[in-house]
């Protein structure tokens, strides 16, 4: 069943579902890189709630104008209005009272919250609204999808996507840099608007298949994904947008291949699960390299302050630099250095002393600058340099190196 | 050994010097990430003096400060204070943070701020009264804001919200007084009202150790500096270590010589 | 409305909702102020998985073992956050977002695995509760409140409830100067020796204590709407923490009365037949509460008054 899905081999809907999915997967993870990049990656928090009356009053007033309350376009276009007004909401508050933006984005996400939930009482009371559905909207529900509702979502992943891509640079330039994006002639406030109009094309296609409490899932998760393996902009965005389309593709196609998977779960556990794994073990901003690396930075800090310890004849204070001193043979156990220990720390004091000439000199200015008491001197200047700073010192020559 | 660090020059401090010692910090390194801010930093504050700690930007003068304090974690190195560890002397310290690492829009008023100098008298639940706030308010008398003590906090200028925590500090009768730049952003007159409580206290025989960054000032306001740029630098009274070559040292010789001249300094 | 009728249907959703309001309101009292806000979403979102674990585990609905899940989900996502943020150095807003969705997406998963049809377990119920539905059979009218044995059969939830509220005042009470002090000035707070760290925790363990009670009763979504609207409005009236605490009590009360009113009784009034979602109602009552105060609230502009 599995491979059946993968390769779209589950029917038409599933398979429209699926590359709705995919579409949506990449469109999602390449806005959501702006939106993380910019500090707001919560703002959707509030978008995808505020959804909630919106589509509840677009069913009432299909209803009550005699039309068929289910039509898809219909309730996305009221979720739309409503998570705009919604936003409206977040930015007022923050810009025109004293409260923070956190604040305000769990203010209007619970209320807007609320209010639908009143007004889905209300239609679970209206005699058309028995079989309404629209509980699907809060987790998603592809199961029993009609054609046309999963020709939407295709369409409109499609849609959403290509915007995306259209506005990708500036963008790009407006999270990497605002001001710098300012100078060049982009009118900032429209891109972070245009960047908040994405995030709340996503919500809205995404409503069907993942639902509107997940959908910030699919937002956030793959641009913080990305951002373990690269330090650029472009290539977040780029493995954002591939993490978040192989997350829908793989999860609306797991879903799909068995009962009781529910779509929208199942892609933000896969996206989460692409997280994890990133988490620990990418290189550089991985936990298992940073661990790694903090441990061999506290040793050699550790070491050098050891070493300079010993070489002005001053007691050694911490357990750990002890342990490391007696491990490389330096010093024993009472602390006293060796033969070995002793040559090591004159070298560690002389280029300490070397430093000291270094940063007290206008000339060397550039080099100063990287000065942080573990460096090696030899890395910053040439040996022509550093002769000429012995001959400064002027102490005694022939120190043990 | 024929070699020896300038911050070393001197004689290196003795058992007693450091069991007296207000404060006592020993091979301090700090790292924000991969680079040591504060490395491997030995410092001992003399009692009953005004000390300076000076460096430039990004020299971990206040890294110091808070590592010393246990406010962040040192990757090695420990502290002393009166000569015993830190977290059973924290009754005789009084800090001023920074004024720009606090939240000042918080829903609080001049009265209550100083009231929290008060805490390890209060404790958990014992009621604040009569004398408390008798205290709190002659603690704001002395920084002279007597006339604000119901305003909100958000409502104070800098100058008078750096006083307002002075005035905390004092409720708290400690013994030694540490500052993290507290004439960063103030008017001349908070200026000289805070400095001339600080006199005040050490004419009391406490403790002054500040975050410093205007150097013209350093002779006038203080009897001894401590010199920082990530390592020490020197250490010792202002005439001693307060030199020429100390600072173009410190400074990476960044200070014009004309700035330089124009301080009171000791030929170094 | 009489007491035959208001006592039996009325006094206990409505006592309840009261509760569970103030006691959401207070600790987010300090999650705002901490800009923390979105912590207490967080907790209300894993409360979910953490039930649904509490059951696969014992097998049964009943409150300790599910208040015991939730409440360890909610300590996990907390750790959960702190780790991403500082192992991953993200930013505390997407640690969270990735935190609680990917734990709700858990919990979905395993309620739908798992065969809980036939309990009274689904994720419509958590998220906006049975309020209307916790009335006490056994009253009569007022006079019951003083018979044990009607007494007797109050509905636990009730119970639950008010030992919740009492745990998160007296929590408030004891440690309000370390909380105050810690949320205003961690650094200073650390020099008189306060575990600032901890203070942290034990705030969010109360949240999640409170979430937790009030959610089987009244639904998540009032869980977060309590712990921001009414503390947020309430910093728009006042510049003292004791008054912005005392504001929050009593617009949490004003929208829990208000809200359960107005969801009973309102669609009434105008002709409809059925009552609406009380919580949802309540939800609604305390947002139009802050947009009145974000209005004409005496203290919603940053800064205050001028310096004279």
């Known amino acids: ?401 | 050994m024929t070699l020896e660090l300038a911050a070393n020059q001197g004689h290196s401090p003795t058992a007693e010097q450091l069991d007296s010692s207000p404060l006592a910090v020993r091979g301090m390194t700090v790292s924000y990430g991969q680079k040591p801010v504060v490395f491997s930093v030995d410092m001992t504050i003399v009692e009953g003096a005004m000390t300076a700690i000076i460096g430039p930007n990004g020299a971990g003068k206040s890294t110091l400060l808070k590592a010393a304090l246990g406010i962040v974690k040192p990757l090695s190195g420990q502290s002393l204070v009166f000569g015993k560890p830190l977290r059973s002397q924290r009754h005789r310290i009084a800090y001023v943070p920074q004024r720009a690492s606090i939240d000042w829009d918080f829903p609080t008023r001049v009265i209550d701020v100083v009231l929290m100098g008060l805490f390890r008298e209060l404790g958990l639940l014992r009621r604040v009264r009569q004398r408390h706030l008798d205290k709190a308010r002659a603690c704001l008398d002395r920084v002279g804001m007597g006339d604000f003590s119901d305003r909100q906090i958000g409502q104070l200028s800098g100058g008078q919200q750096q006083r307002v925590f002075l005035a905390r500090a004092l409720a708290q009768d400690a013994d030694l007084y540490l500052l993290d730049e507290p004439f960063a952003g103030v008017d001349a007159a908070t200026e000289k009202a805070i400095i001339a409580v600080l006199k005040n206290l050490r004419e009391e025989g406490k403790t002054v150790v500040s975050v410093h960054h205007d150097l013209s000032t350093v002779p006038e306001y203080f009897d001894r500096v401590f010199m920082i740029n990530t390592s020490k630098i020197a250490e010792g009274t202002v005439a001693d270590a307060f030199t020429a070559k100390n600072l173009d040292k410190t400074y990476g010789g960044r200070l014009a010589t004309a700035h330089v001249d124009q301080l009171d300094l000791v030929a170094g | ?308």
């Open chain 1, 1 to 401: 069943m599995f491979w059946d899905a993968i390769f779209l081999q589950l029917g038409y809907n599933a398979t429209l579902v699926t590359i709705g999915a995919c579409f949506l997967g990449i469109a999602a993870g390449v806005t959501g890189t702006f939106l993380f990049l910019r500090k707001r990656a919560l703002v959707s928090d509030a978008i995808s709630h505020a959804t909630l009356p919106g589509v509840a009053l677009a069913f009432i007033i299909m209803v009550s104008f005699g039309l068929d309350g289910r039509n898809l376009i219909g309730l996305l276009a009221g979720s739309a209005v409503s998570a705009w007004f919604g936003l409206l909401c977040v930015s007022w508050l923050t810009r025109f009272t004293r409260l923070a933006e956190d604040a305000a984005i769990g203010a209007v996400l619970s209320v807007f919250f609320g209010f639908g939930i009143v007004l889905l009482t209300v239609i679970q009371s209206m005699s058309a609204g028995r079989q309404a559905g629209l509980e699907g909207f809060l987790l998603g529900s592809t199961a029993g999808m009609l054609w046309n509702d999963a020709i939407i979502i295709v369409v409109g992943g499609a849609l959403t996507l290509a915007i995306v891509l259209a506005y990708r640079r500036p963008m790009e330039m407006v999270s990497f840099d605002p001001e710098f994006a300012a100078a060049s002639g982009l009118n900032v406030a429209r891109i972070d608007l245009i960047i908040m109009w994405l995030a709340m094309a996503v919500t809205v296609v995404g409503l069907k298949i993942v639902g509107l409490i997940l959908i910030v899932a699919m937002l956030i998760i793959p641009p913080v994904t990305a951002r373990f393996w690269t330090d650029r902009t472009d290539r977040v965005a780029l493995i954002s947008g591939g993490v978040g389309g192989a997350a829908g593709y793989l999860g609306a196609a797991l879903s799909a291949s068995a009962p009781s998977l529910p779509t929208g779960p199942i892609i933000v556990l896969v996206s989460f699960a692409f997280f994890a794994v990133s988490l620990f073990f990418a290189p550089n901003r991985g936990v298992l390299a940073a661990f790694l690396r903090h441990r061999s930075f506290q040793r050699r800090v550790h070491m050098r302050q050891g070493l300079l310890a010993l070489a002005q004849g001053q007691p050694i204070y911490e357990a750990l630099t002890l342990k490391l001193l007696r491990n490389a043979d330096l010093a024993r156990a009472d602390g006293v250095a060796t033969e070995t220990g002793r040559a090591r720390a004159a070298k560690a004091l002389r280029d300490e002393k070397r430093w000291e000439i270094v940063r007290a000199d206008q000339a060397f200015e550039g080099a100063a600058a990287l000065y942080d008491g573990l460096r090696e001197i030899e890395t910053v200047l040439t040996s022509d340099q550093i002769q000429e700073i012995d001959q400064r010192i002027g102490g005694p020559k022939g120190v043990l190196s």
């Open chain 3, 1 to 308: 409305m009489s007491g035959e009728e208001f006592v039996p249907l009325s006094l206990t959703p409505l006592l309840i909702g009261m509760f569970a309001a103030v006691a959401c309101a207070l600790p987010g009292n300090f999650l705002v102020l901490r800009r923390q806000a979105l912590i207490g979403d967080a907790i209300s979102h894993v409360v979910l998985p953490g039930i649904v674990v509490a059951f696969l585990i014992t097998g049964m609905v009943s409150t300790w073992p599910m208040m015991l899940g939730a409440a360890g989900a909610a300590v996990l996502a907390v750790v959960l956050i702190e780790a991403i943020r500082k192992l991953g150095r993200i930013e505390p807003g997407a640690a969270m977002g990735v935190t609680f969705t990917s734990m709700f997406a858990a919990g979905v998963l395993l309620l739908e695995q798992s065969n809980t049809s036939n309990v009274h377990l689904d994720v419509e119920h958590a998220l906006y509760g049975n309020l209307e539905s916790l009335i006490w059979l056994d009253a009569i009218g007022w006079q019951s409140l003083f018979d044990p044995i009607a007494l007797a059969a109050l509905p636990h939830e009730l119970v639950r409830m008010s030992v919740t509220l009492v745990v998160v005042s007296v929590f408030i009470w004891v440690f309000w100067r370390p909380l105050k002090l810690s949320t205003f000035d961690e650094g200073f707070a650390r020099t008189l020796g306060i575990p600032t760290d901890l203070v942290g925790l034990a705030l969010v363990i109360i949240a999640a204590i409170a979430a937790v009670a009030a959610f089987d009763a009244v639904g998540s979504i009032i869980v977060i709407a309590m712990f921001i609207c009414p503390p947020a409005a309430a910093r728009l009236m006042t510049n003292r923490l004791e008054t912005q605490i005392m504001w929050s009590v009593i617009f949490a009360l004003l929208s829990a009365i208000l809200g359960f009113f107005i969801a009973g009784y309102g669609p009434l009034w105008i002709g409809a037949e059925n009552a609406v979602s009380a919580a949802g109602m309540i939800a609604t009552v305390s947002g139009l509460i802050l947009a009145a105060t974000a209005i004409w609230g005496p203290c919603r502009k940053r800064g205050g008054a001028p310096v004279s």
